[in-house]
């Protein structure tokens, strides 16, 4: 009997130097029928400064510090290495060598995998979710009236241009209908963002035609919306 096909839903939170310092993944079916998960902090990489930002609330270090200190206490995330990683990643394709894997933005993640010593070379294929779903939803008229009427729109640039937003976040509440914040932690933004996402797209005919790289240009505000 042929196996299922399998999905590693791979997420990752970085160090200012562009490493991995969370890496979370969830392996599932079509269903979103999850078989097994990983969450761990890189011990190669625990001493980099996480990615922050200080003007932003969101990405504020000694905000983010905390929360990673937290979820230590309680168990929800361990301390591993990339070897150890590395070796997760060959039980899981051991038992589905035919397996995909897939992060939302995946030449971001992918980047900094390969930069962290993550091997990640023995996937037969390793899609984008941003393009699966731009490509899907993003251009019709019902994922456009959904952003207008939650005004998911970006900040105006300096040279004028107005986007409207696709991001997992977005995407995430348009094929749920449920509003939610990313916590911005690997695991729980594969489990509870991506997870629901693909689950969606998969269940949509000729996706793989229809993926495509996001382009700012095709989501401006004024080629998207005609007023009344």
């Known amino acids: 009997m042929a196996k299922k096909n399998m999905y590693l839903i791979i997420d990752t939170e970085t160090t200012m130097n562009d490493h991995v310092y969370d890496f979370g993944a ?3 079916d079509r269903h979103g029928n999850v078989e097994n998960t990983c969450s761990v902090i890189l011990k190669d990489f625990a001493n980099e400064p ?6 932003s609330t969101l990405w504020n270090l000694k905000l983010r510090q905390e929360q990673y200190n937290r979820m230590l206490e309680n168990g929800r995330i361990m301390i591993s290495s990339v070897q150890g990683v590395n070796r997760w990643l060959d039980k899981v394709l051991a038992k589905y060598p035919n397996v995909i894997a897939i992060s939302y933005n995946a030449a971001f993640d992918k980047d900094k995998l390969i930069k962290s010593g993550i091997d990640i070379s023995n996937f037969k294929e390793y899609l984008c979710l ?8 993003a251009h019709t008229k019902k994922y456009r009236q959904f952003v207008l009427d939650n005004h998911y729109f970006n900040n105006v ?3 004028g241009n107005a986007t409207y ?3 997992a976040e977005v995407m995430c509440h348009y094929v749920t209908g449920i509003k939610a914040i990313e916590e911005h932690t690997a695991l729980a933004d594969c489990r509870d963002f991506e997870m629901p996402i693909l689950v969606d797209i998969l269940k949509r005919k000729d996706w793989r035609k229809k993926m495509k790289a996001y382009n700012w240009r095709d989501c401006q505000l004024r080629d998207a919306f005609v007023a009344k």
């Open 26 to 28: 969830v392996l599932c």
């Open 50 to 55: 996480l990615f922050h930002d200080e003007k």
């Open 130 to 137: 941003w393009q699966m779903a731009y490509g899907v939803h």
């Open 157 to 159: 640039t300096e040279l």
């Open 165 to 167: 937003q696709t991001n």
